[in-house]
Structures are given as C-alpha cells and as structure tokens.
C-alpha cells in the first residue's frame, strides 16, 4: 500500500514514519509465525471518530500472547491508550487499526523465547471489504483447506501463522472466482472464513459455530449475538452441517474487515432465494447503526479517540 506521507505507526511508545516502521530480517516472528494480533475498527460518529470495541479486542490480544508465552510489556489500559493515540495522530476516519505483538530482533531457533516481545501499532484507511448488503451478497466456496485441529494449533488465539490457512483457502477460493472461502473443522463441519464467522438462519433462528468447531471467537460475532438477542431474536450456538448451511434460509460473514456480509451463494448452491434475507438485514442494520453511534444502547461500545472530535459523515 502507498500511504500518506504524514501516516505514523506507534513502534514501542515511540510514533514514528510509516516508511521507518522497520522490523530484522532474522525476527523470530518473521520466521516462526509466532506473533499474535489484532484487526480493529474507528468508525465515523456525530462526537467525531470512535473506536468500536476496544476492550474484547485488547483483552483477546492479552489472551492470544498469554497463550504463545509472550510476555507482554504493557498494561491492558496501556495498549488502549496506545491504540487512541495512534488513531488519534493518523486521523484516518474510517480506519482498521493493526495492533500486532511480535519479537522482532534477531533470534533464529524456534524455542527461543529470549528476544523482547514488542507492541506496534499501524493504521490504514478501512474500505469495504466483501460485498455490502446493496451488493446483494457475496458467492463463498467451501474449501478444500480445513481448518486446523485445535490439538495442532488452536484457534482462539489470533496469531500469525494461523493465516497459513486463510491465505491458502481464501486464495483458493478467489483463484475459482468466488469473493471468500467456508472453511470446515477437521470433522467436517462448518467453521468460519479465512477471517470471518459465519451465520445462518432457518426458520427465523440465528445459528453460529461455536469454538469446538476451531474458530476464533470474533468479536463482531459476539456484538451480532447480542444485537440479535436485544432484538428479540433466538441465536444458538451448535456445531453446524454442510446440509445445514447449504440449505439455510440466510447466511452471513461477520467480522471487523468484513463487517457484515451477507452470502447469497455457497459453491454453486443459492442461499435462500439469492437475496439479502430479511434477519440478515434487520441485523446488519442495527450493526452499522452501532457502529457509528448512532444507537444509544451501544454506546458503550464506542471509544471516543481524543482530538478527533468533530462529527463525521457516515460513508456509504
Ligand atoms: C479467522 C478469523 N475468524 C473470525 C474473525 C472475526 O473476528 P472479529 O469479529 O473479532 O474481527 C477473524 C477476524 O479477526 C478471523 O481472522
């Protein structure tokens, strides 16, 4: 990507250009995979610029380090602030903030634990990113890539080397001219995609994988839940069919790129009638309205980015 000459990147409390934001080649991150991150979203907000969710998303990217022995060198609020402040100094509006933890000096060995675990943060402008609901859906494959066991390596953590799989699956599917990939665990049953969570809904019952299916526990699943429940909704949790996808009255990708995205078809087989279903839009709806605080219930889940008060038009 190009970026803007003024883009900044926060590398371990020090802001610096986006072209300096350099790593070692030997990193052991680079090599191994082993580092954990985090995909986050500032949204457009009539206070000004707002970012959704912050806390399950640092909590998550404690979570994923604690688990691939990564000792973190920031408090939870410290990642926060850290998170705001460089929000705040690329005042980019809509953004996807990347928050990754990784060891980034040399240290080649695969058990080796001793190089310094550094936080860095990076901002890019947020774009749509599969179909919107106008779009009329996205077309998913299921794919040949399963997902791996979590024996092998588990899914709640969102690490680095976890995206082997994506990358093989989403390139797999885009290579057969579909917009995204359904991954199914090593049973066979429905997972997620390479960077989603995935919903359906029969008979006017919302339907999720839980994480016996080896997915990572999305936070915009977790918000789609709740909105849906709020919104008197029934949303169960199962271990979830190919039969029971191919054959469900609606389905949609939820995830903080993806945000939401209906499915209107899954190799070859039309979901529903082929058009964005009406749960699917009532959610969806209620999503975007959240998102850009225009919901005073959700509120909460709005962090105002200090300095970036100003109101912001919604884009389309
Ligand atoms: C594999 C995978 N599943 C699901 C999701 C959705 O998670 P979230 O809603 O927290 O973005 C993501 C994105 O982070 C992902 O990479």
Redesign the pocket.
């Known amino acids: 990507m190009i970026a803007p000459k003024s883009q900044k990147v926060w590398m371990d409390g020090k802001l610096v250009d986006f072209a300096q934001a350099k790593v070692h080649v030997l990193a052991h991150t680079l090599h191994y995979g082993v580092g954990v991150f985090e995909?986050i979203r500032a949204y457009p907000t009539s206070d000004g610029s707002a970012i959704f969710r912050l806390r399950p998303h640092v909590e998550r990217l404690i979570e994923s380090a604690r688990f691939y022995h990564m000792p973190v060198n920031y408090t939870r609020e410290e990642m926060e602030q850290a998170i705001l402040e460089t929000q705040a100094a690329n005042a980019i509006v809509p953004s996807y903030i990347r928050p990754i933890l990784y060891r980034g000096e040399p240290g080649l060995g695969v058990k080796n634990l001793k190089g310094k675990v550094s936080l860095a943060i990076g901002v890019i402008p947020a774009s749509k990113y599969l179909g919107a609901e106008s779009d009329g859906g996205v077309r998913a494959k299921v794919s040949p890539f399963h997902k791996p066991h979590s024996l092998a390596v588990p899914s709640f953590a969102?690490a680095a080397g976890?995206y082997l799989n994506?990358y093989l699956a989403g390139i797999d599917a885009q290579q057969d001219g579909y917009d995204e990939a359904i991954l199914l665990d090593s049973r066979g049953y429905v997972a997620?995609?390479?960077?989603?969570?995935v919903f359906v809904v029969r008979n006017g019952v919302l339907y999720t994988p839980g994480l016996q299916s080896d997915?990572?526990l999305?936070?915009?699943?977790d918000s789609v839940i709740q909105i849906a429940r709020d919104l008197g909704r029934e949303v169960v949790e199962k271990t979830l069919s190919v039969n029971e996808l191919l054959s469900a009255d609606e389905a949609f990708f939820?995830?903080?790129?993806a945000e939401i995205a209906p499915i209107r078809e899954v190799s070859h087989f039309t979901i529903g009638d082929g058009k964005v279903g009406p749960i699917t839009k009532e959610v969806s709806k209620m999503y975007y309205r959240a998102v850009h605080g225009e919901e005073p219930r959700y509120a909460k889940w709005l962090d105002p980015v200090p300095g970036l008060t100003a109101a912001v038009p919604r884009s389309k």
Request: aromatic share 4%; no cysteine.
């Open positions: 995909g969102k976890n994506s997620e995609g390479t960077g989603e969570n997915i990572l999305g936070v915009t699943r939820s995830g903080t790129f």
